[in-house]
């Protein structure tokens, strides 16, 4: 880009000084109202050119006087007072020089910097030999420069390229995109970010020649480390290696040398590698390689027959005897996993078919121990019970496992269901999925695929008993037709869908009675009001 506009100016000092050789000749070309100086040239109107050695082409351009070889091109450039302005050039609209050796092109560019070149629109050059490329772009400082829209620097030897970034510091380069100003306010540095007011890559300036800077990755711009890496919030601070998918390439860092990494590829574990002979060292709650002990890819050994532990500096933690058992706090577990504590006893035990399957919780109180038990009882593995009991030693039997508080049965050969469920009993009700015995409390119930319900009482041409036949029914049985006795009911119990069905048509026929009885009434009505 730096190259592109130096061309670019070249080009135009050279087309400028032609057409000055050229006009000298005649002073003036369409002279309307156009003022010269000494030696100075004009092709257009109201231009004001009072310098020496100068050239205006356009219209209303200005050179004041006691300045020479000035040329202005396009419409209502100028220079602002006869101090500053020599060999300067601008092109295009409404550009101010107010610097000597300036060069300007474009529209409402603005150069107060000897030296200074603005090209694009709204571009201000404040300081010597600075430049500013874009839009709005601005070099407030001495040597920096801006490209791109509101690019600014305000740094001596300071360089901004992008949209709303800002390099404020000596030194400093800014480089990205922002929706407001990305800013770089520390001397010597690099920024980059893009879509963010905070940076996405910083580089750290050096301690001197022969040293190298830091980077920071994320909105840190004081990295502690060569490489120094900070997350936003609510995410991790993670570096992802990843090498060419379907090769043999690894993702891997060194350390020192080759000798010391650490490495992975996809489908394979992760691998550390030392030298031969040295070990892995863990410090601050270390884990030491030592003479006898091993740490392996595939296993952790115990050394001898006294199994292996894992403990705290107060020797609590997780034991394994020579026979596989594993405890927590308990350095000779009788089961295969076995948790001790002062609080709670927790044992789970993988038994034969024909024993108990489960889990036990031991939980003590005043003159023993309350007994929990959940898994499959003795001789019925398609079982699976909660039971409880109090206890004064542990035994698997003493949980009242017959009268388990919870049961989940699998039927064998099932035709309509697979599953049954027993809640408060374990005398499970064939063809029943849940058998509960006790009390049940619901927000809501809902009964479906019932397969009658008693719409039609309202069909025209039902049957209808009459009421003299009812009262005859009831006189005799003591229930309403259709309703189950009361004896059937403590024998058989009754279902809440069925039982619902028959009371809404009861209240469907005491709703035809009514019905009746109103039309009754009315003729009854009728008759008194007519004197009959």
Known sequence: MKKLSIIIILMMISHSLVIAQTIQQYNCIYCGENTLGSSSSAIGIENNNLGSYSTTIGEGNTIYEKLFSVTLIGKNNKTINSKYGLYSTAIGMENIVNADKSYLIGISDTVSGTGGVAIGTGVSVSDIYSIGIGLNSKAYDKYSVSIGNRAITSGMNSYSFGNNVWSKSSGSITIGTSPVYLKNETPNSLVIGFNSDVPTFFVKSSSGVGTSGRIGIGNITSPDYKLHIMADNNEDAAIFLQPTEGTNYLGKILFGDESHSISAKTSEPLKFFTESGQGFSFKTGNILQTTGYSI????????????????????????????GNVGIGVENPSTKFHIEDSVLSIQLRSLTQNDYAGMFINHSIS???????????????????????????????????????????????????????????????????????????????????SDKWYDFVFDEGYDLPSLAGLDEYVKQHKHLPDVPTAKEVAENGYKLGEMNGILLKKVEELTLYVIEQQKEIEKLKEIVGNGE
């Open 367 to 449: 003159g023993g121990q309350y007994e929990w038990y959940a898994g499959t009882p003795q001789g019925d593995a398609g079982k699976f019970v909660i039971a409880s009991k109090i206890t004064v030693t542990h035994d698997e039997a003493t949980a009242d496992i017959v009268n388990a508080g919870f049961v989940i049965k699998k039927i064998e050969n099932p035709v309509d269901l697979a599953w049954q469920v027993g809640i408060g009993t374990n005398n499970l009700q064939s063809g029943y999925i849940l058998t509960i015995d006790g009390k049940v409390t619901a927000e809501e119930v809902l009964i479906q695929n």
């Open 296 to 323: 392996s890819t595939s296993q952790i050994k115990a050394p001898d027959a006294n199994g292996l532990s894992l403990t705290d500096q107060y020797d609590n933690g997780i034991f394994v005897d020579d026979g």
